[in-house]
């Protein structure tokens, strides 16, 4: 049995895992799924205040009261930034990072600071119109043009994560990020999901600003080759790459 943590992306709770925490539970392990402060069920706790550091304590707290030991913790896509800065506060309890299609965030950066000028544009321009201090789900069509990859998000799909999202607090892509070198060695794992594995490695070859961190011998690699919200478009095959990591040996890729 593996313990595993699990970290949804922007405007997502910890129900976004449901189809996934189902069969790892199924096959014996321990799964507990995030819901960050001023999202999903927490979404009444939005405010000014909540920003990338609330969303470390919250993981940190999450691990640390329930005595939770040997972590495999898992960030989607923007939840990266929050799941890098808590494994550096508590590598102890930490026995892997895993990036489904996300990747860690530099020390000194902030999410914003990853965005194109138009993209960052779009970001704040959204923020503006809802009242400055959350950044608003984006329109299936302003995904597409932004190139967030879309495959295996059917009708369905789409309907059951327009329906339980909320807005994304805005301090979360502002406020740097701090790090201390504490998770520097601990085993990580990129899942590519939007992104073909051989592109990935050769951006990680080619040095790549966004892809140069993933060169070291800490890391391996993984695929569920779908869409960008992999645990909607395919919950069953995230769930088996997940497990995979728990199995002894660590992961084969």
Do not use: N
């Amino acid at each position: 049995m593996s313990t595993y943590v699990l970290v949804p992306g922007f405007w997502l709770g910890a129900w976004a895992w449901e189809e996934v925490t189902g069969p790892l539970r199924a096959a014996g392990h321990d799964v507990h799924p995030l819901t960050l402060t001023g999202l999903g069920d927490r979404s009444h706790l939005a405010g000014p205040g909540v920003d990338l550091e609330t969303h470390i304590d919250d993981i940190v707290q999450a691990i640390v009261y329930a005595d939770l030991r040997e972590v495999i913790l898992v960030a989607h896509s923007g939840a990266g930034a929050p799941v890098t800065g808590a494994a550096d506060r508590i590598p102890e309890r930490i026995s892997r990072v895993v990036y489904l299609d996300s990747g860690p965030m530099a020390d000194g950066l902030t999410q914003l600071d990853l965005y194109d000028p138009a993209q960052r544009e779009f970001v704040e321009h959204s923020v503006a119109a809802c009242g400055g201090t959350a950044y608003p789900p984006p329109s299936w069509e302003q995904h597409e043009r932004s190139g967030v990859s879309l495959e295996g998000m059917g009708a369905a799909e789409r309907a059951r994560f327009t329906a339980r999202a909320t807005a994304q607090p805005y301090g979360t892509l502002t406020r740097p990020l701090k790090l201390g070198g504490g998770a520097d060695r601990l085993p990580k794992t990129l899942i590519s999901c939007s992104y073909p594995l051989e592109q990935v490695r050769a951006l990680v070859e080619a040095g790549h600003p966004y892809f140069a961190a993933l060169a070291g011998p800490e890391w391996s690699f993984a695929a569920v080759p779908t869409g960008h919200w992999p645990m909607f478009s395919a919950p069953a095959a995230t769930a088996a790459a997940l497990a995979e990591l728990g199995e002894p040996g660590g992961p084969r890729g």
